[in-house]
């Protein structure tokens, strides 16, 4: 009897991922909304989406509903949504502009920095101290023009947390200034309702052996990628633009005005960061398009992507319709890929999880950060 003499794998080409549970488990959704998600960093609303005082916008963190909003001296505020009285939501609409806030139930109410500035018979409780009676703070930060709040009573380092990711994949957190983040405009925004586990669209983002399959056009702008190897497999590498293309659009035609900073080897590239546990960076020569998704349910995503371009480009009205449609079919093709992966998690194939190959192996640090979190 002759028995085929299959090939072996090379010793160490594939390292397991996560089993199939973490993906589908509610319980495990429920740990990562309390030790990641209201731990964490989290990157919730350009600042620009709260021009003026009084603006407001409510964010889902974790299992909380928070109201980021502008206070008068023009400082970002965020608070939970839940009045100190009896506990019923204080702002009803997604976003709106509030001189003060005030409880719909008995009246409480709150001024901008979320002091409790009056309520009915107020003047006959003395006692009351307003701003312990405040709306519950949560801690800010903005950075890249971009507003992060953090649900724990003491935040982690923010350097040490989503600096420490930007240094970690680019090499060193000055090279990201180049691209002036803060200072762009949104010219585009995009929502996607993923119907998939947050991180199945991380581990799609960190990889692109995936990318011959699904992005025709992507690998059409940036030939390396049809070989597999993600621009985020090597620190400080941005990935080439082919021969010919001129610019990172939907048809490799040329984009609009090249941000003024770039170094050469910033320009014709593509650049990606993944900022745990939510946020991804995407640097080409005339935009920067940033993902924040909102894991909403075990298997259940909100993605909001945004286009930002040099103020110039946007107040300017130019067509940045072929740039934003080329991320916009990588979205699409991913946030495909990840649905149609969503429902083999909880199958008896995957118990155990599947399997990285070499081009996807630094997947598994992000795998050892979410068990690492979870203890
Ligand atoms: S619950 Fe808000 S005022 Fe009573
Ligand atoms: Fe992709």
């Not at 620190?235 to 080439?240: D, I, S, Y």
């Not at 699409?332 to 649905?339: P, V």
Request: glycine fraction near 8%; charged fraction near 25%; charge should be negative.
């Amino acid at each position: 009897m002759i028995i085929e003499q299959l090939e072996e794998p090379l010793p160490g080409s594939i390292l397991p991922t996560l089993g199939g549970s973490w993906y589908t488990d509610p319980d495990v959704f429920a740990l990562e909304q309390e030790r990641i998600f209201s731990t964490q960093w989290m990157c919730v609303l350009r600042g620009d989406d709260l021009p003026a005082a009084g603006d407001y916008r409510l964010v889902q963190v974790g299992r909380e509903q928070v109201v980021v909003s502008r206070n008068r001296r023009g400082e970002i505020r965020a608070f939970l949504n839940v009045c100190r009285h009896r506990g019923m939501r204080v702002c009803t609409e997604p976003a709106g502009t509030a001189r003060k806030f005030q409880c719909g139930y008995h009246a409480w109410t709150y001024d901008l920095d979320g002091k409790l500035v009056a309520a009915p018979n107020l003047t006959k409780m003395p006692d009351v101290d307003r701003d312990a009676y405040g709306l519950r703070g949560v801690a800010v930060q903005e950075w890249m023009g971009y507003v992060w709040v953090c649900l724990a009573p003491e935040p982690p380092s923010f350097t040490g947390t989503v600096l420490g990711d930007l240094v970690t994949r680019l090499g060193e957190a000055e090279t990201f200034d180049a691209w002036q983040v803060a200072d762009l405009r949104l010219g585009k925004r995009i929502a996607y309702d993923v119907h998939a586990n947050w991180k199945l669209i991380i581990e799609n983002f960190m990889e692109c052996y995936h990318c011959a399959t699904i992005h025709p056009e992507l690998t059409e702008v940036i030939p390396e990628f049809a070989d597999g190897w993600a621009a985020q497999t090597y620190v400080g590498r941005g990935a080439e633009f082919g021969d010919g293309v001129e610019g990172f659009t939907v048809d490799g035609s040329a984009g609009v005005t090249p941000l003024p900073l770039l170094t050469a080897d910033q320009e014709r590239r593509y650049f990606a960061v993944t900022i745990k546990p939510t946020v991804f960076v995407n640097m080409v020569p005339d935009h920067v398009v940033v993902h924040r998704m909102f894991p909403t349910a075990v298997d259940r995503t909100y993605v909001e992507c945004d286009w930002l371009f040099l103020p110039e480009v946007v107040e300017a009205g130019t067509d940045v319709s072929r740039s934003v449609e080329l991320f916009d079919r990588v979205n699409r093709q991913d946030f495909e890929a990840c649905e149609r992966t969503q429902p083999a998690m909880s199958s008896v194939a995957y118990a155990d999880g599947g399997s990285l190959v070499p081009a996807e192996h630094h997947i598994e640090a992000f795998h050892a950060w979410v068990r690492e979190q979870l203890g």
